[in-house]
């Protein structure tokens, strides 16, 4: 692994991209939950806590149809550019072919933006005028398949970007690159898009409920590992319920992705930031703090010379979105964990999965063939109300917090905790 040269007390360049015609794009009447919101409460979250003197604010332009053409067909490319001119009772029919599709008069403007901020940003810092980067752009991307849009996606922007910079960018030296992708549903698109080619590590880790949450297909089993010269090269983590939480994130970096991005050794790292996963997502159902979502940032900046692009995918919590996105930009200014440990443990059936994706993946990566210390995983099982308890908010109450919760009334525990905290005392750690 290639430590990052900048020093942690030298200030690093950040680059953030934002443009208010990305809001052009919305659903006519109703709120849907990928609406003009999400990148506005970010910007103006970032700015009230004083986040964008500290960075590289930078303007971009729309993606040129050479670069969409890396990963999408002519008939795609075509669709997307000429949607907009049409009425909206044309743009509706079109949009119902799809899966979770929608159309408007902004909707071909904001889908090349965000293809071309993703390209700035990662041609920016491959070329090194920035240590990394952060695209706060809609529509998402990582559902966006060859021929068609879907799941709020019209064009893969990680996926151009990737392909720009490996395939029209030679003289940047990027010869590999990781993509991760933690946005709680499984990047198809990516995957498809990448499966046979391994100068691109593509790792996801998501909600997969046996096929059953979406995009509801078996593409995000652990066991699609790639094809042809890409075998080994596609990971899949795929969670089997709701309420994963921080130190399930945790255990799956330090016993899948970072043994493997040590060996992969990427050039830069591309992140489809997805927040859906956090807590208080109305889709995700997960429990992703803002500090998780930091730390996951954290142990990736020791790859690559600390090059990262993140791009927004997912994230429907505007208060949970606008607090990560804050999170990973801090880090990625300050490169440093924030002072405080974490008390959460994993939940049990966290360990089968690692074990199953190790099992999956040694052949082509040895270094997880060693088998991982019972006493690693002892030490760290807990029950499977553990998933109630973190959406409930319950992260670090032992039996003795909570007895002391439910006999005091202490106001620093909401109505609701108390009720759980009660839960616990009387059920998991009877008298």
Same mark, same amino acid.
């Given at each position: 692994?290639?430590?990052?040269?900048?020093?942690?007390?030298?200030?690093?360049?950040?680059?953030?991209?934002?443009?208010?015609?990305?809001?052009?794009?919305?659903?006519?009447?109703?709120?849907?939950?990928?609406?003009?919101?999400?990148?506005?409460?970010?910007?103006?979250?970032? &700015?009230?806590?004083?986040?964008?003197?500290?960075?590289?604010?930078?303007?971009?332009?729309?993606?040129?149809?050479?670069?969409?053409? $890396?990963?999408?067909?002519?008939?795609?490319?075509?669709?997307?550019?000429?949607?907009?001119?049409?009425?909206?009772?044309?743009?509706?029919?079109?949009?119902?072919?799809?899966?979770?599709?929608?159309?408007?008069?902004?909707?071909?403007?904001?889908?090349?933006?965000?293809?071309?901020?993703?390209?700035?940003?990662?041609?920016?810092?491959?070329?090194?005028?920035?240590?990394?980067?952060?695209?706060?752009?809609?529509?998402?991307?990582?559902?966006?398949?060859?021929?068609?849009?879907?799941?709020?996606?019209?064009? &893969?922007?990680?996926?151009?970007?990737?392909? +720009?910079?490996? &395939?029209?960018?030679?003289?940047?030296?990027?010869?590999?690159?990781?993509?991760?992708?933690?946005?709680?549903?499984?990047? &198809?698109?990516?995957?498809?898009?990448?499966? #046979?080619?391994?100068?691109?590590?593509?790792?996801?880790?998501?909600?997969?409920?046996?096929?059953?949450?979406?995009?509801?297909?078996?593409?995000?089993?652990?066991?699609?590992?790639?094809?042809?010269?890409?075998?080994?090269?596609?990971?899949?983590?795929?969670?089997?319920?709701?309420?994963?939480?921080?130190?399930?994130?945790?255990?799956?970096?330090?016993?899948?992705?970072?043994?493997?991005? #040590?060996?992969?050794?990427?050039?830069?790292?591309?992140?489809?930031?997805?927040?859906?996963?956090?807590?208080?997502?109305?889709?995700?159902?997960?429990?992703?703090?803002?500090?998780?979502?930091?730390?996951?940032?954290?142990?990736?900046?020791?790859?690559?010379?600390?090059?990262?692009?993140?791009? $927004?995918?997912?994230?429907?919590?505007?208060?949970?979105?606008?607090?990560?996105?804050?999170?990973?930009?801090?880090?990625? $200014?300050?490169?440093?964990?924030?002072?405080?440990?974490? #008390?959460?443990?994993?939940?049990?059936?966290?360990?089968?999965?690692?074990?199953?994706?190790?099992?999956?993946?040694?052949?082509?990566?040895?270094?997880?063939?060693?088998?991982?210390?019972?006493?690693?995983?002892?030490?760290?099982?807990?029950?499977?109300?553990?998933? #109630?308890?973190?959406?409930?908010? +319950?992260?670090?109450?032992?039996?003795?917090?909570?007895?002391?919760?439910?006999?005091?009334?202490?106001?620093?525990?909401?109505?609701?905790?108390?009720?759980?905290?009660?839960?616990?005392?009387?059920?998991?750690?009877?008298?």
């Amino acid at each position: 692994m290639e430590k990052a040269k900048k020093g942690r007390t030298e200030r690093r360049r950040v680059g953030l991209l934002f443009d208010e015609r990305m809001c052009k794009h919305k659903q006519a009447g109703g709120k849907h939950p990928e609406n003009p919101e999400r990148i506005r409460v970010i910007w103006d979250n970032l &700015n009230a806590a004083g986040l964008l003197p500290r960075c590289v604010v930078l303007n971009a332009k729309e993606s040129e149809d050479n670069h969409l053409a $890396l990963v999408h067909s002519k008939e795609h490319i075509d669709l997307i550019k000429t949607i907009s001119s049409k009425n909206l009772k044309k743009m509706r029919k079109i949009a119902n072919k799809y899966d979770s599709i929608y159309f408007n008069k902004g909707s071909s403007e904001a889908a090349y933006l965000a293809a071309g901020f993703v390209i700035e940003a990662t041609e920016r810092v491959a070329k090194g005028d920035l240590d990394s980067a952060f695209a706060i752009v809609r529509p998402p991307g990582h559902h966006a398949e060859e021929s068609e849009p879907m799941g709020f996606c019209l064009f &893969n922007n990680v996926a151009i970007a990737t392909s +720009v910079i490996l &395939n029209e960018r030679p003289e940047l030296g990027i010869k590999k690159i990781l993509i991760v992708d933690w946005d709680v549903h499984h990047g &198809n698109s990516t995957q498809k898009m990448f499966y #046979k080619d391994p100068r691109v590590l593509v790792f996801s880790v998501h909600r997969h409920d046996s096929g059953t949450f979406y995009p509801e297909s078996d593409d995000g089993s652990y066991n699609m590992v790639g094809e042809g010269l890409g075998t080994g090269y596609n990971i899949n983590v795929p969670w089997e319920g709701g309420g994963i939480g921080d130190a399930d994130y945790f255990a799956v970096w330090d016993h899948i992705l970072l043994p493997v991005a #040590k060996e992969f050794d990427p050039d830069l790292i591309i992140i489809s930031a997805g927040f859906d996963a956090a807590i208080g997502d109305p889709i995700g159902g997960c429990c992703l703090s803002p500090y998780g979502y930091s730390i996951m940032l954290y142990k990736l900046m020791g790859f690559a010379r600390g090059k990262i692009v993140m791009a $927004l995918e997912g994230g429907y919590n505007p208060t949970s979105l606008a607090n990560a996105t804050q999170a990973c930009i801090e880090m990625l $200014l300050d490169y440093k964990p924030p002072n405080r440990s974490l #008390k959460d443990l994993p939940l049990k059936p966290t360990w089968p999965l690692i074990k199953t994706v190790r099992q999956a993946l040694c052949i082509y990566w040895p270094i997880l063939a060693a088998e991982i210390p019972d006493k690693v995983i002892n030490r760290r099982l807990h029950t499977e109300v553990d998933a #109630k308890l973190r959406q409930e908010e +319950v992260y670090d109450r032992t039996p003795a917090e909570c007895e002391h919760a439910r006999v005091s009334g202490s106001e620093d525990y909401f109505e609701g905790e108390i009720v759980l905290c009660e839960y616990v005392c009387n059920v998991l750690w009877p008298k």
